[in-house]
């Protein structure tokens, strides 16, 4: 079993470019959250996808979009990056039957914006 | 809402000591907790989770801890600190319902195991 895999592993973009952060959930998972961990920080809850649709949001701007496609990956995209974007990006995949299950987490994206 | 509180950022042992991670939470619902561990660039390993059953609940690498509702925390102990326990360790609460499930994470606490 894989888990959860995330790519690329490392970034480096410059203020007002776009990125595309890509995840492969653990096997026989249908659900695919998104996650901003800033340096010192715990990760905060950008938004969440099941079903090809977005179930939840977090407090982030829409500057922060995603897709989540048939066969469950996903994709995070920011447009018009700031400094302030620059943060280790986690996706973790869970199933979606049955409240109080674990999430998965991926070994993240270190997105770094100059 | 949903909130999780971890008192001290960094916390340093010995070898061999015992190990006390605090955690608070804040839930309007009965709270599905969480203990991850972070090792250095890698991303987030669960350690325990509790669901309304024992509330002693025992997780891997002979880490355990304890739910009490009374004081709304959920610390995370362990007898006896190794080495390879040095990493940041994050309390989480679960909002979850038939279909999502989001996570809402405390600040993290650095753990340094000392020889």
């Known amino acids: 079993d894989a888990g959860v895999t995330q790519s690329p592993t490392h970034l480096i973009k410059t203020r007002g470019q776009q990125v595309t952060l890509r995840c492969s959930p653990k096997s026989g998972h249908d659900t695919v959250s998104w996650y901003q961990q800033a340096l010192g920080q715990g990760p905060q809850f950008i938004f969440q996808y099941y079903e090809e649709e977005e179930r939840q949001r977090g407090n982030f701007p829409d500057r922060f979009s995603g897709h989540q496609f048939p066969n469950y990956s996903s994709e995070l995209n920011v447009n018009a990056l700031l400094l302030g974007d620059s943060a280790l990006y986690l996706c973790?995949?869970?199933?979606?039957?049955?409240?109080?299950?674990?999430?998965?987490f991926g070994q993240g994206t270190r997105l770094t914006v100059v | 809402a949903q909130s999780v509180t971890q008192l001290g950022s960094h916390v340093s042992v010995s070898e061999g000591a015992l190990v006390l991670l605090r955690c608070n939470y804040s839930?309007?619902?009965?709270?599905?907790l969480f203990w991850y561990v972070q090792y250095p660039n890698q991303g987030l390993q669960l350690l325990l989770k509790y669901t309304s059953a024992a509330t002693l609940v025992k997780g891997i690498n002979g880490f355990e801890a304890e739910f009490k509702k009374s004081e709304t925390s959920f610390h995370l102990t362990k007898p006896s600190a190794h080495m390879s326990d040095a990493a940041e360790y994050f309390c989480a609460v679960s909002e979850s319902s038939y279909n999502f499930n989001k996570f809402y994470f405390g600040s993290g606490t650095k753990l340094n195991v000392k020889p």
């Open positions: 839930s309007s619902v009965p709270p599905y």
């Open positions: 973790a995949s869970s199933l979606a039957q049955g409240s109080g299950t674990e999430a998965f």
